[in-house]
């Protein structure tokens, strides 16, 4: 293979990139989604792990969305 011609597989193969990233960062952003919720408790959907939904659980306080936190109390498995 002459120089030119690794020259122009290097040039059209960096536009090929450059073409690739360009379609790849017109694609539309999705808003977050609303909330799933029930009277004071919700749950806004943020992404997929596999076939499972993730997102974050949420309370309402005073009619606004408030994040919940869990806490995890250790419990001995033997006395």
């Known amino acids: 293979m002459s120089h030119q011609s690794r020259a122009v597989f290097v040039l059209l ?4 990139l450059l073409v690739v ?3 790849a960062s017109a694609q539309p952003r ?8 029930g009277t004071d408790i919700g749950f806004r ?6 076939k499972a939904r993730t997102g974050t659980w949420l309370v309402r306080i005073n009619g606004e969305w ?3 936190q ?5 419990v001995p498995a033997t006395r």
């Open 13 to 16: 193969w960096l536009a090929s």
């Open 21 to 23: 990233g360009a379609f």
């Open 30 to 37: 999705r808003d977050p989604a609303p909330v799933i919720s």
């Open 45 to 50: 959907p943020e992404g997929w792990n596999g």
């Open 66 to 68: 408030v994040e919940a």
């Open 70 to 74: 869990t806490v995890i109390k250790a």
